[in-house]
């Protein structure tokens, strides 16, 4: 269809859900009426190639991917849909001719926060690859209803308040009333005759609702089904465990709070019940769906690792391996010690975390309570895993069960999410089940999609990169490379730097929207954005801050580079160390900021609630991007993959995909600093090894006793007494073993911004070098390497 007749079309039916689904006429609408009315006219062009999908999967049967996540931080999805459909200037258009302003309608969409942070964003971006690439694949989550909190500061400190995505309808979504599941939770368990039956004591319905997941030119859509859950009245309860099945009750308060909200702690297992019970719902629900959609056209479920391959987005849904157990021997009649390899040969673990206090353990009173089966079940695996290997590692251990271990011993495949972290899950964590299983863990580094991260957030670079190299590059990043022979053209350069302009004062007009500060585009952006915990250092950034305000004050005539320095992030609502960082960050930016002898030189903001839709707007929009944890504890990063690919340089450790990136950017296009993670474990050992520091160090001992003495907190000037405190007696982290040499770093980046041409050189480089970091590859690594997935679409 031509163009034209497309927007013809594309406005008539804008009209006709303005007026039939939303009961409004032009004259009466709002933003939202709009935003609607568009979103659904989309919706229904994106159904046809999604039942396309559906019906080639189940004609060749061929085997799925089944990706289960407790977070999918999927953002907006108006424009996302509008772009894989190639519509957005239809669209665009289309709004124009109703007077409306696409922009402002697409801003109109509330983020779907289904995630924390790195992890639920990764997930996201796996849905847009295996959609891309025509893999035939289900992500698997819950539906929550509050998504994570809105972040507020009232004077400087955060406070949170709910989110809200579905008080507004949801028109991504499709509810599937008659795919319901009963999970069931408590009760007992007798075992007559080598047959176990469960009797639990509470039990909810898990209800599907159903979201397209598009990929880039529409060639292929896929099913995101997210769980909810409702209470189990009125629901065929024989259906359920072949009639065995006795419900003692079927509290309502229990549906009413499982899939109510997202749990916003990624930094200690808290061992809560309800966050047990939200992962033993959504993955039950989840597993017997899949073994319902196998039974539909294949009878012996022996054969299921032929046809489903169950990933595991960390050890959060990784209850599935005795649930599929539960499940085959149980209700199908299957031995159990042949389940445990069938389930086995399903099932893969990726690990995204070496913190240990990250690392999900239950108390075993807690766990056999309220999932007496398959406590049961996991101490046969155990058992098992004793037996075949002669080891002494143990599941349960020390009152604990242990979901790391249980992962690991019921996967294939165990992987890392960059080579560093990989080589250190080998070392540490899993070290020992490494020693029994030595082929089991592999690599397959992070990726981020490049339509979200290039293509529709940085309009700009797009249009650029379209009219050098062509248009195959959005699902073919390795083209990017092309880009590299212009690095050196003034007429390039000048396009490039044109570029990052327009899309910096993108940045300052929306800024300049929610805070009174006046921003020079010329100035470098200086961001770091990601949620806040003490490995990844935003102190140290704004230590560095302070010493670069002081060495100003003193020196005030030297022509000194002029740095914004933006922070992003949430900290989890009982990480108090985190929220105090928080509170910091904003008593000193308070302080600088209202400096008029330093101003020109040096500004530092912290806008409220970063979320993926503001993330769209900084990544864009930076000069330079801050990657600067303690080596050896960010597993991977992408924020650092989004930075690069849109043309910042990286100030960064030799820590997570970091290493990567640096190999594929160059080494003399990234800045380095730090130590090591071999150096930082050395440093641990040394005795008062930050006290040292300190005194070895002028400007960092100044700015800590500016922070100690109340600088930056006249009204309260014992504020930070307790952090400066940390920071001499127990700097776990080494913010001061590796802040002389960030600094020093820092003012390396100061020069070299200074040169304009040089410093657009060393962006265009990182952007022509970054195609290795699209997520399309990691996902063609998985299905390789793990899945034995194929693509399912002819080009
Ligand atoms: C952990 C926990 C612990 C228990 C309670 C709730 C909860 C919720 C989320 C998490 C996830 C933390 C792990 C995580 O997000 N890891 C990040 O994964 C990214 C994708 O692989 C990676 O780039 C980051 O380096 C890594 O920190």
Redesign the pocket.
């Given at each position: 269809m031509n163009t034209k007749i497309f927007q013809i079309k594309l406005k008539q039916e804008v009209l006709r859900h303005l007026k039939y689904s939303l009961g409004k006429d032009q004259g009466h609408a709002t933003p939202y009426d709009w935003r609607m009315s568009l979103s659904l006219a989309l919706r229904d062009i994106v159904v046809d190639p999604w039942f396309d999908s559906t019906r080639k999967t189940y004609d060749s049967n061929a085997k799925r991917v089944y990706y289960l996540s407790?977070?999918f931080l999927i953002g907006r999805l108006i424009e996302d849909v509008a772009i894989n459909l190639g519509f957005e200037d239809v669209a665009r258009e289309t709004m124009r001719e109703f007077g409306q302003d696409y922009d402002a309608i697409v801003a109109n969409e509330p983020d779907a926060a289904l995630?924390?942070?790195?992890?639920?964003?990764?997930a996201a971006c796996f849905l847009d690859s295996l959609a891309t690439l025509g893999i035939p694949a289900h992500g698997y989550g819950i539906r929550y209803e509050h998504g994570l909190f809105e972040q507020h500061f009232e004077n400087g400190a955060q406070v949170e308040t709910a989110e809200g995505w579905l008080a507004q309808r949801n028109v991504w979504e499709f509810e599937r009333p008659e795919v319901a599941y009963i999970i069931a939770f408590g009760g007992h368990v007798s075992e007559t005759d080598g047959r176990a039956v469960w009797y639990p004591a509470e039990t909810v319905k898990a209800q599907a609702y159903d979201a397209p997941a598009l990929g880039w030119q529409a060639r292929w859509c896929n099913t995101l089904r997210l769980w909810s859950a409702k209470p189990t009245r009125a629901f065929d309860l024989e259906s359920f465990n072949r009639g065995d099945f006795l419900a003692a009750s079927a509290p309502e308060a229990l549906a009413r709070t499982i899939s109510r909200v997202l749990?916003?702690?990624?930094?200690?297992?808290?061992g809560?019940e309800l966050?047990l019970k939200q992962e033993y719902f959504f993955t039950s629900a989840s597993i017997q769906d899949l073994i319902r959609r196998y039974r539909s056209t294949n009878d012996d479920l022996r054969d299921l690792p032929k046809k489903a391959a169950i990933q595991l987005n960390?050890t959060?849904p990784a209850i599935a391996g005795p649930e599929l157990v539960r499940l085959l021997t149980d209700i199908h009649g299957i031995e159990i010690h042949e389940s445990i390899d069938i389930a086995r040969k399903c099932l893969g673990y990726?690990n995204?975390?070496l913190?240990p206090?990250?690392?999900?353990r239950w108390p075993e009173h807690l766990f056999a309570r309220i999932l007496p089966r398959h406590y049961r079940i996991i101490e046969i695996i155990q058992d098992q895993h004793l037996k075949d290997t002669g080891s002494d590692i143990r599941i349960i251990k020390d009152g604990n069960v242990n979901m790391g271990e249980l992962a690991f011993i019921m996967a294939t495949h165990v992987n890392g999410?960059?080579a560093l972290?990989t080589e250190l899950v080998k070392e540490t964590v899993f070290g020992d089940l490494h020693k029994v299983y030595p082929k089991r863990i592999i690599n397959e580094t992070?990726g981020i999609t490049p339509r979200r991260w290039l293509y529709d957030c940085n309009k700009p670079l797009r249009n650029l990169i379209n009219s050098t190299i062509g248009i195959e590059w959005p699902d073919d990043l390795e083209q990017l490379e092309r880009l590299a022979p212009y690095a050196d053209d003034a007429a390039f350069q000048e396009e490039f730097h044109k570029a990052k302009l327009e899309n910096k004062r993108r940045f300052i007009n929306w800024l300049s929207d929610i805070r009174d500060i006046q921003i020079d585009p010329n100035a470098m952006l200086d961001i770091q954005v990601k949620?806040i915990?003490e490995y990844k250092r935003q102190l140290m950034n704004l230590i560095e801050a302070v010493a670069y305000w002081n060495e100003i004050k003193e020196n005030p005539t030297k022509d000194w580079t002029p740095r914004v320095k933006v922070f992003g992030g949430k900290a989890a609502p009982g990480y108090e160390v985190a929220k105090k960082i928080i509170h910091l960050i904003n008593d000193v930016a308070t302080v600088i900021n209202n400096d008029s002898a330093t101003k020109d030189y040096l500004q530092i903001v912290f806008p409220e609630n970063y979320n993926v839709s503001m993330a769209e707007i900084l990544m864009p929009a930076a000069d330079l991007s801050e990657q600067i944890?303690t080596a050896g504890?960010?597993?991977?990063?992408?924020?650092?993959m989004k930075f690069a690919l849109n043309g910042a340089l990286t100030i960064g450790t030799l820590d997570?995909?970091n290493v990567e990136i640096r190999d594929h950017v160059g080494a003399e296009n990234f800045f380095l600093f730090g130590l090591t993670a071999e150096e930082v474990e050395e440093r641990r050992h040394q005795p008062e090894y930050s006290r040292r520091a300190i005194e070895a160090s002028p400007r960092l001992y100044r700015v800590l006793n500016q922070i100690a003495s109340g600088v930056f907190s006249p009204d309260e000037p014992h504020r930070y007494g307790s952090i400066v405190q940390m920071m001499y007696e127990s700097d776990y982290f080494l913010v001061t073993c590796d802040f002389d040499d960030y600094f020093d770093t820092q003012r390396k980046v100061d020069k070299a911004y200074l040169d304009t041409k040089e410093w657009t050189r060393k962006t265009i480089l990182n952007t022509a070098n970054m195609g290795w970091f699209s997520s399309d590859r990691t996902i063609k690594g998985y299905a390789k390497d793990i899945w034995g997935a194929k693509s399912l679409y002819e080009r």
């Open positions: 407790m977070e995630g924390n942070g790195g992890l639920g964003r990764l749990y916003p702690d990624d930094t200690t297992d808290t809560k966050r960390d959060h990726t995204h975390t913190l206090e990250a690392l999900e999410v960059s972290h992070n949620r915990h944890s504890k960010e597993a991977s990063g992408t924020g650092n997570g995909a």
